[in-house]
């Protein structure tokens, strides 16, 4: 079932998943793996109860944790989901993926020092993540810190040169700056990646004024 589910097969793997718990009902692996399943297919109360299934097995199984998390998330159980990732991260401080998630919990509450802190480390425990550059730079372009912003968006670009909303925020920050030039080849960039990005169509409308 792991195999099928890693070759993107995901109904057979589904399938097995649901066996497996038939046959190793007290094994955590399994109850992640069917919680997975029932993720994939939108039945969240169900994933919810195999990775709490899972916990209870294994305690320590951080990416049950981190599943959960997702899943109260969805749920916008957002006190639930923190809960989880810190978790995850308590059982596994070099998780993928958990530091970032909850730095989008803290930057969705405004609570920006404690939301870069988690991108920041994100960005040590894998550096190759644009995501979390990107929402560094647009956590320190919410802050003022535009230089700061600046380069973090040009890495996450450099990593992913297709990612629209790092264009556009890369463009607010050369606003910002006074550099309108940069700010307009920006937007332009983020539009011809996606032309219904309405956000960087307002906002290159706005540096163009300027520019005039």
Partial sequence: GKTLSWARKYEEAGRLAQLATTKLSDDAEVQCMAGYNFERSGELEQAKKCYETAIQLNPEYAHAHYNLGHVHRQLQEWDLAEQSFQRAIESDPKYPGAHYNLGLLYQRANQL????????????????????????????????????????????????????????????????????????????????????????????????????
Avoid: M, Y
């Fill in 113 to 212: 020092d404690r939301a870069a802190e988690c991108f920041e480390v994100s960005t040590t425990v894998n550096d190759k993540h644009p995501g979390s550059w990107e929402e560094l730079g647009t956590v320190r372009l919410n802050q003022g810190k535009i230089d700061e912003a600046i380069r973090h968006l040009e890495l996450a670009i450099q990593l992913e040169p297709k990612l629209a909303s790092a264009h556009n925020s890369l463009g607010v920050a050369f606003a910002q700056r006074g550099e309108l030039q940069k700010a307009v080849a920006s937007f332009e960039r983020a539009l011809a990646i996606a032309p219904q990005f309405e956000a960087a169509t307002q906002n290159l409308e706005r540096a163009r004024k300027l520019v005039k």
